[in-house]
């Protein structure tokens, strides 16, 4: 199984850290800015600390248990910057996945004061947090209870009613399918799975149907990820671009991949 196919919300933590060989790689791995597919950098810092036990609780009560740290930036309040924040933070997620740890992403559920205080920079005013990922070990067997207190199921909308080729018909090609399916299940805010794509030839549009909240950009970026991150894994390769040509719909046009 692959990072995309492992990789759910873990909120339910054991009782020990990370280890110092784990928080090496894991500094090493973001040491560098990393830059997001609309170009822009992205520094992320980790807060390596047992957050649970802190005074100032970083997760909302009750959401996250056990022992973890996070990982998190300063992001530019800007769309493509959202886009790039989630881009480059669920890249970092899925190689935790790779090392059998388990993270979760928290858009509402953390307190963005006890953040920021145990944050090493500050840029606050200019640029915002506006999500963070926990990290630690997974306790085992606590499924029904992480459902419980999210209150969130872990299931996804059906494949044809988010993925369409070019004429805006059912899509049933085998690899096309088996790529979207990475996207279909990429974690999103409140599981709502904003994400639309029409495939048309080498040209895939990402849209967003509600593009209200920041959040959404954010459920963007994590899309495009597990997309890139899949079709490569199959042997496609390609870049993202904004492409003025991009069909019109109801929906907001964001990025596409254009394949090799
Ligand atoms: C941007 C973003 C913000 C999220 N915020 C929270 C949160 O505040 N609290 C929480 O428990 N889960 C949060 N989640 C996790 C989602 O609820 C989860 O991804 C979704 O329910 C799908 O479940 P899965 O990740 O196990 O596939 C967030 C996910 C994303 C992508």
Request: aromatic share 10%.
């Amino acid at each position: 199984m692959d990072a995309i196919d492992k990789r759910k919300s873990v909120r339910i933590y054991k009782e020990t850290f990370l280890s110092a060989d784990e928080i090496t790689k894991i500094l090493h791995m973001i040491e560098n800015p990393m830059t997001g597919p609309n170009g822009n950098e992205i520094e992320l810092e980790f807060i390596v600390e047992d957050l649970d036990s802190r005074k100032g609780k970083i997760g909302t009560y009750g959401f996250i248990s056990g022992k973890y740290g996070a990982i998190l930036g300063w992001c530019q309040k800007e769309r493509l910057s959202y886009i790039d924040y989630g881009y480059v933070l669920e890249n970092i997620s899925l190689k935790l996945v790779d090392m059998n740890l388990g993270t979760c992403w928290l858009g509402g559920s953390f307190s963005k004061k006890n953040v920021i205080d145990a944050m090493k920079s500050s840029q606050n005013g200019i640029k915002s947090i506006p999500a963070i990922l926990t990290v630690g070990y997974e306790a085992q067997g606590k499924r029904l209870r992480d459902f419980l207190i999210s209150g969130i199921k872990r299931n996804r909308m059906d494949f044809n009613e988010c993925y369409f080729d070019k004429d805006l018909n059912i899509i049933d090609d085998k690899d096309k399918i088996k790529i979207l399916e990475a996207v279909r299940w990429s974690p999103s805010a409140m599981n709502r799975q904003p994400v639309r794509v029409i495939w048309d030839e080498s040209r895939v549009h990402f849209y967003l149907v509600d593009a209200k909240i920041e959040l959404k950009y954010i459920d963007m970026g994590i899309a495009m990820c597990h997309f890139e991150k899949r079709a490569k894994e199959m042997g496609m390769s390609g870049s993202w671009l904004v492409d003025s040509n991009a069909p019109d719909t109801a929906w907001l046009y964001m990025n596409t991949f254009v394949l090799d």
